[in-house]
């Protein structure tokens, strides 16, 4: 476990020797670096001026965030969210590209280390919550990693004890179309309907309240990007394929055609969505159950960035739990290490290997999964009242 206070205190450090060393927020001519934040820092914008639908131009939003950060710069860093990320957009518009950069990652570090707390059962998982690697990658591109894994989380940890709680958590994370597939399949295989109906209730309103405050403009600009999006991510590759943590971005790396891509992303699908939906019918303990959710909501999408990878810190999360309380099995740790390793070695390679750290834990989870009856030995207690 040093291993981990050792993480921990590197991400702590690194941010302000990075901001000294003008590579973070602000450059070495005092102007602002920019990071994926501005694309949230602009929709923002444009929705307090009224003009919300104009997010999803990206001519008109690029014009918006050079002239709100005074300077021109090189990339598209694009809104492509649901009209109700706009609500979490324009408080970060009420301040400075810099202190809302740093606020937004502040303020959802929070519910994600509570939530890291509870997965792991010990106030170790705080620590674990601070040492995960791409902690410091979110922060320095002022991301959503930490809502997403807290929200993520929030609705497996809370559901055995919480399960209307639980499914708020489930509906607000509805801002990651990505996550709703797999989710909505397992619920319905454990029979869980409290939480199935509060995360339908919860999505639906807040697609109702964003309506009412951005108009119909706004859903019809959403939609009618989605094609766009589709075409510069996945066939022309804009941001690059090997920024795509997933089975489709390993396959255009390597120099496979679009085709081939969805292909190998299909089959890779396909045997999550059977594997997770069994496991779920099942009496397995609920945090392989949770573990499994989690990492096959990772493989299960094509649309994965580094900073999405935040929710693999709870299936890790879940293994160190199990491991704490009956034993670690033979190489486990070992394993978990090089998981984590490889997402300190990423910005060496232009390489997924994101998508090699989701495999690793997934194989530690189906292999506790597929011990011999008896020998896990940890109970399905409520996960949401360890101490």
Request: charged share 10%.
């Amino acid at each position: 476990m040093k291993a981990c206070l050792m993480l921990a205190a590197f991400n702590a450090a690194l941010l302000p020797l990075l901001y000294y060393a003008h590579q973070w927020l602000i450059d070495a001519q005092g102007r602002f670096i920019v990071t994926d934040f501005a694309n949230v820092w602009a929709a923002g914008k444009l929705a307090l001026d009224g003009q919300p639908a104009l997010a999803w131009d990206w001519d008109i939003h690029k014009q918006v965030q050079e002239t709100m950060l005074g300077q021109d710069h090189v990339g598209d860093y694009t809104w492509h969210y649901p009209p109700p990320f706009l609500f979490v957009a324009m408080i970060s518009a009420h301040f400075s590209y810099a202190c809302g950069l740093v606020g937004f990652a502040a303020v959802s570090f929070l519910p994600y280390a509570a939530m890291m707390r509870t997965v792991v059962g010990q106030r170790f998982g705080l620590v674990v919550a601070a040492a995960f690697p791409v902690v410091l990658a979110n922060t320095m591109n002022g991301q959503n990693g930490f809502l997403t894994a807290a929200l993520l989380g929030g609705t497996l940890v809370l559901m055995p004890t919480r399960p209307i709680l639980s499914g708020i958590c489930l509906g607000l994370l509805s801002y990651k179309p990505q996550y709703g597939l797999l989710f909505p399949l397992a619920l319905i295989a454990a029979s869980q309907w409290a939480t199935f109906s509060a995360a339908a209730v919860t999505t639906v309103t807040l697609a109702l309240l964003s309506w009412i405050a951005f108009g119909t403009e706004s859903w019809q600009a959403f939609f009618q990007w989605m094609p766009m999006f589709s075409q510069a991510s996945f066939t022309e590759g804009r941001a690059t394929f090997y920024k795509l943590q997933s089975v489709f971005g390993l396959v255009r790396t390597l120099g496979g055609d679009e085709q081939l891509a969805w292909t190998f992303q299909w089959m890779m699908s396909g045997a999550v969505l059977v594997g997770v939906v069994r496991l779920w019918r099942g009496r397995a303990d609920y945090a392989l159950k949770a573990a499994a959710l989690a990492a096959g909501t990772l493989l299960l999408t094509p649309y994965l960035f580094l900073y999405d990878m935040m929710v693999l810190a709870i299936p890790v999360g879940f293994l160190l739990r199990l491991g704490l309380a009956k034993g670690f099995r033979r190489g486990e740790l070992a394993s978990l290490a090089g998981a984590m390793l490889l997402f300190i070695a990423f910005p060496l390679f232009e390489f997924p290997l994101g998508l090699a750290s989701t495999l690793i834990v997934a194989a530690l989870i189906a292999r506790r999964v597929l011990e011999p009856s008896g020998k896990e030995g940890l109970s399905a207690a409520p996960i949401a009242t360890a101490s």
